[in-house]
């Protein structure tokens, strides 16, 4: 990357920081209301939803400094917010907990801040309140999958969710098939166009029995996509398979081709056919566990380079 690029960013990424701490309150001398700081705030926040507490726990999670927590909990012990008892287990260790008193405090903190964020998104539409919301998810997916080592994943590892499409889903699908197979294929504009047409198309005049688009939720973020759309009327195609890399290996994949292929069963149709590529080693491995059955191959220069393209067929 270009430094006058970087230098971009790094002006971009600070506005929004200015931008967003006094959007949020987080520049008052007491947050939400309290005579507390932001810190001491998520301190009370950890120790609510946590079981078994210790300094270190805490100090490794918030990346607080070990000597300024402990002036912190020593603080909140004196005013009756936090206790601490020897564990059970090992003597040496002090596990934290909140004290009534504590969680009446945190309980009225944390109202405040839903209300606050209530306050926020209201006036607001539902369409920009989902943009936002993707929007912060995009930030802490791509902040964390660098820095705690993609907790994306874990939060993807738990359930995922097929719904259909949402306004705004579909350009997401767009525009996350262009983004992701530009950068791990270099494939550009061309397959991003190919992408626009059949997303354009299904948008355009599908029949709700027989076609159907599924998005892959986990954690609350969009993690993937999958359609299936008619050929004929014993034969469909499924399309535009997509996992994002923070999902990838937790099964996602498998879960949209089954959910594809069930709902072609229950549709009355005979057959599956799809279009793919020898390059996507993945994809190519969840349609040959599924039964499909490789039909054809032919190289060609679609997406700017040589590609062996390949047509898989699955007979229901």
């Known amino acids: 990357m270009p430094d006058s690029e970087l230098e971009a960013h790094i002006a971009a990424v600070r506005g929004f920081n200015r931008f967003y701490t006094r959007e949020i309150g987080v ?21 609510a939803h946590a079981t078994d507490s210790t300094a270190t726990n805490i100090a490794s999670t918030l990346g607080l400094d070990a000597g300024y927590l402990s002036r912190m909990l020593h603080s909140f012990e004196k005013r009756g917010l936090v206790r601490r008892r020897r564990s059970n287990a090992d003597g040496r260790r002090a596990i934290l907990s909140l004290t009534k008193k504590g969680g009446n405090a945190f309980a009225r903190l944390d109202g405040r801040a839903h209300d606050e964020i209530s306050a926020l998104l209201a006036g607001r539409s539902a369409s ?10 995009s930030i802490e997916r791509i902040l964390g999958a660098t820095t705690e080592g993609a907790p994306a994943e874990a939060s993807a590892a738990g359930s995922v969710e097929l719904r259909d499409p949402l306004p705004g ?8 098939h262009g983004a992701l197979y530009t950068e791990e294929y270099g494939w550009g504009e061309h397959f991003e166009a190919l992408v626009v047409d059949i997303v354009a198309q299904f948008m355009r005049a599908h029949d709700p029995a027989r076609e159907r688009f599924w998005i892959a939720v986990a954690g609350g973020q969009r993690v993937g996509s999958i359609l299936l759309v008619r050929e004929s009327d014993t034969v469909a195609r499924l399309r535009l398979l997509l996992v994002e890399p923070s999902a990838r290996g937790l099964g996602v994949g498998r879960r949209l081709v089954s959910a594809c292929l069930q709902f072609a069963r229950d549709a009355g149709y005979e057959k599956v056919t799809l279009w793919t590529n020898a390059v996507l080693v993945a994809a190519r491995a969840i349609y040959v566990a599924n039964g499909f059955r490789l039909v054809r191959e032919e190289k060609h220069t679609h997406f700017g380079s040589e590609q062996l393209g390949q047509d898989w067929e699955l007979d229901l």
Do not use: H, N, T
Not at 169 to 176: F, T
């Open 128 to 137: 920009d309140q989902r943009a936002l919301v993707d929007a912060m998810q």
């Open 169 to 176: 889903d579909l350009g997401w699908v767009i525009e996350r």
């Open 27 to 47: 520049l008052q001398k007491g947050l939400l209301q309290s005579d507390l700081s932001l810190a001491e705030v998520r301190v009370l926040y950890e120790l």
